[in-house]
Structures are given as structure tokens and as C-alpha cells.
């Protein structure tokens, strides 16, 4: 009899069935799975089928989990999804293998300090308030180019840009939004990731250009 798939071979299928609709390279596609709220016990099985990509969004919370799973599992790479608070920049950069947050110019500020303090320079996504709603954080769109002037003054190495799109709406333009933001403000190599897409609609995601799609639900079931 033949195993009904798991979570993770799902959304596996599901990222490399939207890479073949796009024409796209399933490679070029990172899984970030977000762990975030789910004990070690959950995140367990996916290290066991090979997941190494994970994400969390609070500092503390990840230090407390991680180091004892990474023992165990030297590849994992951890990415910080969420807010970050410039006192805690250099825990975040001392854990986190990539930032997925940075927004403003006073944690641009923290997290040069940390990462020429600690020698650790930790490729960091910008985020961009692609919607213009302040309570997710997020650059404004206009503020980006000096932001990245920045970024680039304090030597923190940039990974690309990410978004979080408002709820309930069709993200599709917001992804499009992404997309093009990195290609108008990224090397001309168009090298720059593009962190976008959760579990509802990381296949839209995808197809619009998605490096780096981060998805909890699909894989661990509902928060508590
Ligand atoms: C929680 C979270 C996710 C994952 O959301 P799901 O809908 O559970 O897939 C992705 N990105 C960020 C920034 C998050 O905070």
C-alpha cells in the first residue's frame, strides 16, 4: 500500500507544480518552513524528512528552542521572519543565518553594530510595507533607496526584499509589486531573493518570482 504524502511532500509538489506553470527552476525556490509557537517535538519530523530551512519570529523564543536541534542538526539554517527590536539585534545576529525584517534606519544602525562586533554578516531581506500598513512594519516604498544606501554603508550584505500583503485581499499585485522592486533596485543581475508567500498563497507567490516562500500552517497545522 502506498503512504498518503506528508505535509512537507506537499507543499513540496505544490512549489514544484507553480515552478513548472512559471517556467521556473524548483531550485531556485527555498522552503522556509516557520516553526514559530510549535515545540521541538513538531519541528522533529521535518528535520527527519530532510527540511533544513526554518523560520521563526522571536528571538528568545528560537534561542530557547534551536541550539539543542541544530546540535543534532548542523545544516539547519534559521531565518528571522519576524519584527525585530534593535536591543536585540546582536542575539538575533548571533543565531539567525538570515534576517527577513530589516525596516528602518535605527536597525540598520543595531545590526551593522552587531554584525562588526560579533564578525558575523548575516544576509538581511528588506522588509517593504507593500501595502502601507504600519503595524506590520515594513519600509514605505519611497524610503527604500536611502535605506539601502544605508544598509550598504553599514556592510550588512543584501539578500533581497520581502513582504507580508494585506489580508483578505488578492495578493497577486502585491507580489508583482515585489518582484519588480527588486529587479528596479537590485544588482542588474536581478540576483536579489524575494521573500513572499504563506501558506495561503505561496503558489501565487511562486509564479510571480518567490525565493523564498515561508509557510507554517500547510505544515504544522494551526497555531495554538
Ligand atoms: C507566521 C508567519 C508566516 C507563516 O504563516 P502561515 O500562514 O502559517 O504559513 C510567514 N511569514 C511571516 C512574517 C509570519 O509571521
Known amino acids: 500500500m502506498e503512504k498518503a504524502d506528508t505535509p512537507l511532500q506537499q507543499v513540496q509538489a505544490n512549489i514544484a507544480q507553480a515552478c513548472k506553470i512559471a517556467r521556473r527552476d524548483p531550485g531556485e525556490v527555498t522552503l522556509v518552513a516557520v516553526s514559530k509557537t510549535h515545540p521541538a517535538e513538531a519541528i522533529q519530523p521535518l528535520l527527519i524528512e530532510g527540511q533544513r530551512h526554518f523560520g521563526e519570529n522571536r528571538v ?66 528588506v522588509q517593504v510595507d507593500v501595502g502601507e500598513e504600519e503595524q506590520k512594519g515594513g519600509c514605505p516604498i519611497a524610503e527604500l533607496p536611502a535605506l539601502l544606501d544605508q544598509a550598504r554603508e553599514a556592510d550588512i550584505p543584501i539578500a533581497g526584499l520581502m513582504c507580508i500583503p494585506p489580508f483578505d485581499i488578492e495578493p497577486t499585485p502585491f507580489f508583482a509589486l515585489l518582484d519588480k522592486l527588486a529587479r528596479d533596485h537590485g544588482p542588474a543581475d536581478d540576483s536579489w531573493g524575494r521573500s513572499m508567500g504563506m501558506s495561503g498563497d505561496y503558489e501565487t507567490a511562486v509564479k510571480l518570482g518567490a525565493t523564498h516562500v515561508r509557510v507554517g500552517t500547510a505544515l504544522f497545522g494551526e497555531r495554538g
Not at 75 to 97: M, T, W
Request: hydrophobic content about 40%; charged content about 25%.
Open 60 to 125: 528568545q523564543e528560537a534561542q530557547s528552542k534551536w541550539p539543542a536541534l541544530r546540535d543534532e542538526y548542523p545544516a539547519v539554517q534559521l531565518h528571522l521572519i519576524g519584527q525585530l527590536q534593535s536591543n536585540k539585534a546582536e542575539d538575533a545576529v548571533a543565531l539567525f543565518d538570515a534576517i527577513h525584517s530589516l525596516d528602518r534606519p535605527s536597525l540598520v544602525k543595531a545590526l551593522g553594530k552587531a554584525m562588526d562586533k560579533t564578525g558575523r554578516r548575516v544576509p538581511c531581506f
